[in-house]
């Protein structure tokens, strides 16, 4: 039987806990083949992090190249360097209307350049967004897109919803527990549908860098083994939960550590 083919468009990470590294590794770990298109080199220390965008030629001769290759079952578009990057991989994406598409909207915002960070912006409201399966934001990248502040829990449902009304595509909203509610949650909504989701706290300590690359690439999986989307999620939260339970810490200069997506083999 021949694996499933994926396609990750993502930046590197290079402690591994998120980026290409984690997409890679969770498509492998769930027994697909993960293809890779590079947009950017991220090196990430202890109070800050380097972005080394690829050039947008880069980027295009990878997604050239994939292009060509037949039976892709899904994507997942992560960290997108700028608006270029973002209007070569809409066209891409344009390319292929059948496919399950999950976008994690790792935006990258420049100190200073509002009139740049307010165009990108447009461009994932207009262009990216209404052309996916979902989309998989924390909190703040929710605020960004929707263009409004999400303080509490009822913000961020009205948030939510508001984008989806204009934008088109299922939401599933990582909230954790920035709420300081009694459970960490995810809240999804679809056109038909509005859930939301209670977990256990884990216990300390919880390496948990990469969590939501992670969760977003097992939810790719499951799209393209035709689940629909709820049901995608609710797998794919538990396989990115094993993930976190099973976190590598990095040592002391890091003081944390990233997911490991083979933490669900151990259940």
């Known amino acids: 039987m021949t694996s499933a083919k994926l396609l990750t468009i ?41 972005t080394d965008a690829l050039p947008v030629e880069f980027l295009k001769h990878q997604l050239a190249s994939i292009g060509h290759v037949e039976d892709l079952a899904a994507i997942k578009v992560g960290f997108l360097a700028d608006l270029e990057q973002a209007e070569v991989v809409a066209e891409f994406l344009q390319a292929h209307p059948n496919l399950p598409i999950v976008l994690d909207p790792v935006l990258s915002l ?22 996916v399966t979902v989309i998989t934001p924390n909190v703040g990248e929710l605020a960004l897109l929707a263009n ?4 509490d829990y009822g913000q961020a449902q009205r948030a939510a919803k508001q984008l989806m009304a204009t934008a088109g595509p299922a939401i599933w909203l ?39 690359c992670t969760f977003s690439a097992a939810l790719a999986v499951n799209l393209a083994k035709g689940m629909p989307v709820l049901k995608a999620g609710i797998i794919a939260q538990d396989f990115v939960h094993a993930a976190i339970r099973k976190g ?15 933490g669900h083999r151990f259940n």
């Open 174 to 212: 990582t909230i954790g527990e920035r709420f300081k509610r009694a459970f960490p949650e995810d809240l999804f909504l679809s056109e038909s549908s509005t859930v939301a989701f209670g977990q256990d706290k884990l216990s300390e300590p919880i390496y948990n860098n990469g969590a939501g």
């Open 10 to 50: 993502a930046g590197s990470d290079s402690l591994a806990g998120g980026g290409l590294q984690s997409d890679l590794a969770t498509f492998s770990e769930l027994n697909v083949f993960g293809l890779a298109a590079v947009t950017a080199v991220v090196s990430i220390g202890k109070d800050e992090v380097q």
């Open 110 to 131: 420049k100190e200073g350049s509002l009139a740049e960070n307010e165009r990108l912006l447009d461009f994932y409201r207009q262009h990216l967004l209404p052309g």
């Open 148 to 151: 409004q502040a999400v303080g």
């Open 248 to 262: 590598v810490p990095l040592g002391a200069y890091y003081a944390g550590g990233s997911v490991w997506p083979a």
